[in-house]
């Protein structure tokens, strides 16, 4: 702490300077002031001897006072033992340590760059292909899953045509269902196997046909005779049946799906249910039906009921039943490639992993063929395609001979866009009956 009036030992003396830092009594005095030694001298300057004794004597209480060095407002960490700060800096407590000063830039060093357009947009691109990778992979992966049969009569096969034709077939199996969805099903305990539905789907140059062939139709069986054209596969699987479609059409089968009873139930809830629109009260308790008239929304369950029920309709019996296979089947597959399905992962995963739990595909058909298979099921009804039932002469079921061939002969030489609507009906037979 520095005096005013005493300079520090060694102190220079800095030029011109009379103020501060040397004594006040030492620098040369003006006209007027008072001279050493006087009274007034000591009342201004402090100290000074008892004139009378000459001892020093105790200054006034009115006169200079030394006073403390004050810190500068540049330093406000002056007196505490510390380095200065800046100006406006927070004063720093006693015993802290110094508060270090900013970081210069290392030379050559990129200043923090702020996330941008182009780094999100990366994001978006990054998790698109992770989407369609998903979407790409999930569908092999249950493919591998997939049982696979054979289905190729060896030898008596109609020519290659143009388009192709799917088989499809659904089984009143009840392997692998439980004793309580047994029950809850309505499918009862039947032994053996037969098919319940039979349709042929072509593609081509014209529009998709979705046709149906009742399960009571009569015909040849090769090597059995006469008979129900369900009892074909009841003999000799899908190859037989497929070698009497074959036969009697003269279409030849390029490729397989078949569906047992618990896979609707299955495919259908995946989906979250579909809507169907009967055009009557329909109540079956063989087949565990009761819903009303109209389009409703329905699950796995009352949509198997739906497509398996022929005692509702007393007239045309199991030919109704065929009108509404139709109807599932094409609502099922609009369901599945609808874009709810490929949004949402978790449906989508359930969709594709019902796959191999509902449907056996005949040997050779691949992924693609599948996925067309199933594009083409969305493309059969109203304007987008023809639904029809094989023409039939009566209810017995007896394909008519003359409207069936040229039926026939319009899908061997694919052809459907030339097929006079008189000839496609929903129920096969002609419209001068049915009106």
Known sequence: ??????????????????????????????????????????????????????????????????????????????????????????????????????????????????????????????????????????????????????????????????????????SDSRAG??????????????????TDTIMLLHTGSGPNLLMSIPRDSIVDIPGHGTGKINAAYAYGGAKLLVKTIEQ?????????????????????DAVGGIEICPTFRMKDRLAGLNIKKGCQQVDGRVALAYARSRHTDPRYGDITRAKHQREVVSAVGSEVLSPATFINPFRYWDVMMATPDTFTFGEGMSTIDAGRWALAMTRVNGDKGLTCG??????????????????????????????????????????????
């Open 1 to 170: 702490m520095s005096n005013i009036g005493h300079d520090a030992p060694g102190d220079p003396v800095t030029p011109g300077w009379t103020g501060y830092g040397r004594g006040m009594n030492d620098r040369p005095r003006g006209d007027g002031e008072p001279a050493d030694g006087t009274p007034d001298y000591h009342w201004l300057y402090g100290g000074g001897a008892d004139p009378t004794s000459g001892t020093p004597r105790e200054p006034r209480p009115d006169e200079t006072r030394v006073m403390p060095a004050m810190s500068r407002p540049t330093d406000p960490n002056a007196g505490q033992g510390g380095p200065a700060g800046p100006v406006g800096a927070a004063p720093r407590r006693a015993g802290s340590p110094p508060t270090p000063p900013p970081l210069a830039p290392t030379p050559g060093q990129r200043p923090p760059r702020r996330r941008g357009f182009r780094f999100y947009l990366r994001i978006v691109l990054a998790l698109l292909l992770l989407w369609v990778a998903y979407l790409v992979v999930v569908p092999f992966y249950a493919w591998s899953k997939v049982d696979k049969v054979a289905f190729e009569p060896k030898v008596g096969r109609p020519a290659e045509q143009p388009g192709t034709t799917y088989l499809m077939v659904g």
């Open 390 to 435: 094989v023409p039939i002469s009566d209810l017995a079921v007896h394909w008519d001979p003359v409207r069936s061939k040229r039926m026939f002969r319009y899908i061997k030489q694919d052809k459907t866009d030339d097929m006079p609507k008189s000839l496609c009906t929903p129920t096969g037979l002609p419209r001068s009956v049915t009106g």
């Open 177 to 194: 269902l439980t004793k309580e969805q047994r029950k809850e099903y309505a499918t009862g305990n039947a032994a053996g196997q037969r």
């Open 248 to 268: 009697e059409t003269g279409i030849r089968v390029d490729q397989y799906a078949e569906v047992g009873l618990g896979g609707v139930v299955s495919m259908v």
